[in-house]
């Protein structure tokens, strides 16, 4: 598998909408659970949403509503589409591809060994 590579970070006024992109190749097709994460200022590391293979996804309380995670099998990619933002959703976003050791992949739950992406930065303001 290659290296898990963030894209579209960036600054946002809240109610904007930003999406991110993991490129994440040989990780897509495959028994791993594919997560997105975030570690806002001063706050632990969270998870915010993740897709397993079949396609079934699952969200944070947070962000239930809001946050929507896809994948493009063609292109090796897993998106994070982030709408209704609020200044609490600024934080360093990280796309992680994790073996899929149980039966269902579990938000923020990560079992090891875990690929990481170097992260991209998002920021909302008021």
């Known amino acids: 598998q290659g290296r898990l590579m963030e894209s579209g970070g960036g600054s946002a006024q809240s109610g904007g909408s930003l999406r991110l992109s993991c490129v994440a190749p040989?990780?897509?097709?495959?028994?791993?659970?594919l997560h997105w994460l975030r570690q806002g200022p001063g706050k632990a590391r969270e998870g915010v949403a993740v897709?397993?293979?079949?396609?079934?996804?699952a969200y944070a309380n947070s962000v239930e509503g809001r946050f929507t995670i896809f994948r493009d099998v063609d292109k090796s990619t897993v998106f994070l589409q982030m709408n209704g933002l609020n200044t609490e959703d600024t934080a360093t976003y990280l796309c992680?591809?994790?073996?899929?050791?149980?039966?269902?992949?579990?938000?923020?739950?990560?079992?090891?060994?875990?690929?990481w992406g170097q992260g991209t930065q998002v920021i909302v303001s008021s």
């Open positions: 897709i397993e293979p079949d396609g079934t996804t």
């Open positions: 040989g990780y897509i097709v495959g028994s791993y659970c």
């Open positions: 992680a591809a994790d073996p899929k050791w149980a039966e269902r992949c579990q938000v923020g739950v990560l079992s090891g060994p875990t690929s």
